[in-house]
Nanobody, 124 residues
Framework: QVQLVESGGGLVQAGGSLRLSCAAS????????MGWFRQAPGKEREFVAA????????AYADSVRGRFTISRDSAKNTVALQMNSVKPEDTALYYC?????????????????WGQGTQVTVSS
């Protein structure tokens, strides 16, 4: 089992920055691909970003590429999502997830473990 706990959400003005963090515990963190997903009210959960166990493979949704950066610290068992130039449409509940894949993946069904989510609200 892997437990994931997100933090860092909050209220931010459009154009500002926010950094989300996810702490993992349980099975060896280094063998997991980590991803961030989000879900806005009335919408389906969507992929945001992912990073492979080695950090050598990353993937981003087109809507966040160039503004968000995913990174991981295997020594600390954490993964972060740096969100810059945020927009009101980035408002959502952000989830951290873990998958047993060697490459970063955007496919939700590949992710086995999920956190409870952290709310991000961007005001215009």
């Amino acid at each position: 089992q892997v437990q994931l706990v997100e933090s860092g959400g909050g209220l931010v003005q459009a154009g500002g920055s926010l950094r989300l963090s996810c702490a993992a515990s349980g099975r060896p963190f280094s063998i997991l691909t980590m991803g961030w997903f989000r879900q806005a009210p009335g919408k389906e959960r969507e992929f945001v970003a992912a990073i492979s166990w080695s950090g050598g493979s990353t993937a981003y949704a087109d809507s966040v590429r160039g503004r968000f950066t995913i990174s991981r610290d295997s020594a600390k068992n954490t993964v972060a999502l740096q969100m810059n130039s945020v927009k009101p449409e980035d408002t959502a509940l952000y989830y951290c997830a873990a998958a047993y894949t060697t490459q970063a993946t955007s496919v939700p069904s590949r992710y086995v473990y999920w956190g409870q989510g952290t709310q991000v609200t961007v005001s215009s």
